[in-house]
């Protein structure tokens, strides 16, 4: 029961605070590891296949394609996992809101 | 005094419109004659201007006049003039963004480019996307939002100005906007005339006349706010009428891979002249190393591709928004926005040569795109021609629309800046007058200067409209896209992520860039120095040969140098100056660098 207790709060807790921290990175490896893997298909395809391999295109023309595609992705990516961070105000900026609203 | 100012615009629009339309009536050309053989691009063309064309452009120029007077009754302060309020809704930010990017230059311009070179041009949609969108958001925007609210700027020449407490950098900034962006707004307006052209047969000045004219009332009546909301709706038609364009082309080519095969299969058709300066193929990239590759990567792809990062009129649009979370937001909304823009011109213009080439017998793109006044090739007609050719009549029509709205979201954000430029950044930096006055001076002055950059840019424009096939459109874009990056993106980025980088390091960083560029665009680059015509003037010509030539066009003549752009040396050049500068100088105060660098929390 206490084990259990315990396994639950850490998943609470990691949820709470390390997932939106490690997300973002999780996000990006898998980019990486992504196009890893997609660059090494994509090497193999031009050797077996000659100029004409990829998407009907040169292999330096299909790789600029597929890289369109993958940074749009990125970018959809990173907006929708910092969706509603970064509304923080600026320090100083808040301190001279309060001391404007202080009669 | 606010409607006097308003109905003066107002009258001073329609009376510019009526003039340019009496001058398009008098001076069109006449259409192609019905019996010429249809087998002939030009002949096949019918020249006319529907009800429809005329009802949606009469609906469009409502809606814009609508907006910009909900704009105007919120801009009263300069702040709201200037960087609309502080408080834009993401979306609008991101649209009005994407749509200030991308302007008849890239679609029209590169992608005629894309229809006489190739798919090669697809690196400079993943630049765009990679660095114009995600670097410049996730990672240069925070920071330029938060120094630039933090030191209260309007304008990117006063942010760099704040940042460094430099009188001389803001002064220098502003007025490089000002002389040298008409080269870039130039490019765009002829982007649009260039379709007019073709699609209703307005001459070159007319529609000149008439961009410049509508743009300027409502960037001069509704300030940075107004330019937002018009680009925002203006964002909006472009996404729509590029995705259509996109699914069209494929579907017109026989589908995604056999279109892409198709178009591989017309690499026996490529020009001499174009074979010869490298290109082998619209699928495959052009020989590295070759002139034209040299021309694609560096100019084209690296220019434009960095330069974007260092825009004013782009960097401004962060200082708009509320906080970091609108800039997050924006950035998913912005890169799909880009790759709907610059992906399908790219690809829509090299696609077109498998339509031509199946309709005409054999023809590629850029033999079809036939200035009918010249009777000369032009690339920049390829796209224009496509859409006339290719699409039904109701899309003709939403195209006009939607570059129609490409220009003018562009053109709206350069006369803003170029305006803000010499009101703010020049004006007001160096004869600024009491602070009550202020204000209304720095706004008169900013208006005055917008209607002084429409004037030189129309001039401009009507110069390049001369030069046929010579892809001035893309070559003026990245000229000025290079000018940006090489001068301000080292100050940009060092000043906003290093504490050390001091006055001294950004004026000496941004004059080197400067006359480094200069330099190169006078004696080495080919398309330019050739075109200033001081090198040749230097050296004079051969008299031996008849007729005369040049001695000579550049000053090193042996390859790759006259092909490779400003941008290659320039840039690493200025970074490397600007960081020696820096460490051996002494650091600004630490009262000044804790004004810059707020903590968040």
Known sequence: MTKRFVAVKLFAVYVETLAPRLLPYCVGLWFVRGLQTFLQLAWRRVVSQGEAGMLGLSFGVGLAYVLCILSTVLCVVWGLVNWNRGDEPIQEVKAEEKAQKTP | ?601
């Open chain 2, 1 to 601: 005094m606010r409607a006097l100012r308003v109905l003066a615009s107002l009258s001073l629009m329609w009376l510019s419109c009526g003039l340019a339309f009496a001058q398009t009536v008098s001076t069109a050309v006449p259409p192609a004659e019905p019996s010429a053989s249809t087998s002939t691009p030009a002949a096949a063309m019918t020249v006319n201007i529907t009800k429809l064309d005329v009802i949606s452009a009469v609906l469009y120029v409502l809606i814009l006049g609508w907006l910009s007077w909900i704009a105007y009754r919120k801009s009263k302060t300069a702040e709201e003039y200037l960087v609309a309020g502080r408080d834009t809704h993401p979306f609008v930010m991101a649209l009005s963004y994407g749509a200030t990017f991308i302007s008849t230059s890239a679609i029209v311009g590169f992608g005629g480019v894309a229809g006489s070179h190739g798919m090669s041009l697809l690196w400079l949609t993943f630049l765009n996307i990679f660095t114009g969108i995600f670097v410049a958001f996730a990672v240069l925007g925070a920071p330029i939002r938060r120094m630039g609210q933090h030191l209260k700027a309007h304008t990117f020449p006063e942010l760099l100005g704040k940042r460094y407490d430099s009188k001389f950098v803001q002064v220098f900034a502003g007025a490089l906007i000002f002389i040298f962006m008409p080269i870039y707004v130039a490019a765009v307006m002829l982007g649009g005339v260039k379709f007019l052209f073709i699609q209703f047969n307005i001459n070159y000045a007319a529609g000149i006349l008439i961009f410049g004219v509508i743009v300027a009332f409502y960037v001069i009546v509704g300030g940075l706010r107004g330019v937002m909301y018009t680009d925002a709706f203006q964002g909006l038609l472009m996404f729509v009428g590029m995705v259509v364009l996109l699914f069209y082309a494929y579907a017109a080519a026989g589908g995604f891979i056999s279109a892409h095969q198709a178009l591989g299969d017309l690499s026996d058709h490529i020009s001499k002249d174009l074979r010869y300066g490298g290109i082998a193929g619209y699928t495959q990239m052009p020989m590295t190393g070759s002139p034209k590759w040299w021309w694609l990567v560096s100019s084209l792809v690296l220019g434009v591709g960095i330069g974007v990062l260092a825009q004013p009129q782009l960097a401004v649009r962060f200082m708009t928004v509320k906080s970091r979370k609108e800039i997050n937001r924006a950035c998913a909304i912005g890169g799909v926005f880009i790759l709907a823009m610059t992906g399908t011109a790219f690809v829509v213009g090299a696609l077109s040569n498998v339509y031509f080439h199946a309709k005409f017998n054999g023809k590629t793109a850029i033999d079809v795109a036939l200035d009918r006044v010249t009777n000369k090739t032009d690339t920049e007609l390829i796209i224009p021609t496509f859409i006339k050719q290719a699409m039904p009549a109701w899309f003709s029509t939403f195209f006009f629309l939607t570059l129609l709205s490409a220009a003018m979201s562009t053109l709206s954000s350069q006369f803003h800046t170029m305006g803000a430029a010499i009101g703010r950044d020049v004006y007001e930096r160096l004869f600024r007058r009491g602070e009550a006055k202020a204000d209304v001076w720095t706004r008169f002055i900013t208006q005055v200067g917008i209607a002084v950059a429409v004037i030189v840019s129309l001039l401009l424009s009507w110069k390049y409209s001369e030069k046929p096939n010579a892809a001035v459109i893309a070559r003026a874009t990245s000229i000025f896209f290079a000018l940006c990056a090489s001068t301000f993106l080292p100050s940009l980025i060092l000043g906003l992520f290093w504490r050390r980088m001091n006055r001294k390091a950004a004026i000496a960083s941004m004059l080197v860039a400067f006359l480094f560029t200069a330099f190169w665009l006078t004696f080495m680059q080919k398309d330019t120095a050739t075109a200033l015509g001081v090198t040749t003037s230097m050296f004079g010509m051969d008299t031996a040969k008849s007729p005369p030539v040049p001695v000579r066009l550049t000053l090193v003549g042996r390859q790759p140098w006259p092909f490779i752009d400003a941008l290659v040396f320039a840039l690493p050049l200025s970074f490397i100056v600007a960081v020696a500068v820096a460490l051996i100088t002494k650091p600004m105060s630490e009262e000044h660098l804790n004004r810059c660098f707020p903590k968040t929390g």
